[in-house]
Nanobody, 119 residues
Framework: QVQLVESGGGLVQAGGSLRLSCVASGIINSINAMGWYRQAPGKQRELVAH???????NYADSVKGRFTISRDKAKHTVYLEMNSLKSEDTAVYYCNAQGYISGWLQNFWGQGTQVTVSS
């Protein structure tokens, strides 16, 4: 009922910047919170950044001061601005949305976008 499409991934050199976008469609009025997760080879999927319906944000310690999450609720879009990228940021980045549909809390995921940081 909610579809998420990420864009903006690609190859970037260490120290560079990248901006990821995620556009939601479907029953978008149900969405409360959105966030970004990532999964690197051999590691579990981890939270990168999260934004609540009240725009409260939190970040993984590894990205604090470098990444910024923001939302344009009118456009049903969440962004992740990534600066000072490091090789260890290489991962598949997934957009996540949470919301209630028919009284049930549900989680929705995008297909993921690859971010590769070269050294």
């Amino acid at each position: 009922q909610v579809q998420l499409v990420e864009s903006g991934g690609g190859l970037v050199q260490a120290g560079g910047s990248l901006r990821l976008s995620c556009v939601a469609s479907g029953i978008i009025n149900s969405i409360n919170a959105m966030g970004w997760y990532r999964q690197a080879p051999g590691k579990q999927r981890e939270l990168v950044a999260h934004s609540s319906s009240g725009d409260r944000t939190n970040y993984a310690d590894s990205v604090k001061g470098r990444f910024t999450i923001s939302r344009d609720k009118a456009k049903h879009t969440v962004y992740l601005e990534m600066n000072s990228l490091k090789s260890e940021d290489t991962a598949v980045y997934y957009c996540n949305a949470q919301g209630y549909i028919s009284g049930w809390l549900q989680n929705f995921w995008g297909q993921g976008t690859q971010v590769t940081v070269s050294s």
